[in-house]
């Protein structure tokens, strides 16, 4: 977004090129920052049935050592 308002401000670009190009900018940044909230909400565990996926504790196995012999 700076670049392109240096760009602006420099005159490589006229007004309905940048404003062309600062709504993409713009959808961009927004589709952005929806991803990374999806990805912090899956990481939580808050997305649906994230929350409430199933968990084993640790098990723990005898090992008879003289069956593998």
Do not use: P, W
Not at 26 to 41: D, K, P
């Amino acid at each position: 977004m700076t670049h392109l308002i240096n760009a602006k401000v420099l005159g490589y670009l006229d007004q309905t090129k940048f404003e062309e190009l600062y709504k993409l900018t713009r959808s961009a940044e927004q589709t952005l920052n929806g991803y990374m909230s999806y990805v912090r909400r899956q990481k939580s565990g808050s997305q649906e049935f994230g929350d409430k996926a199933v968990h084993e504790d640790q098990a723990e196995y005898d090992v008879d050592e003289e069956i593998g012999k």
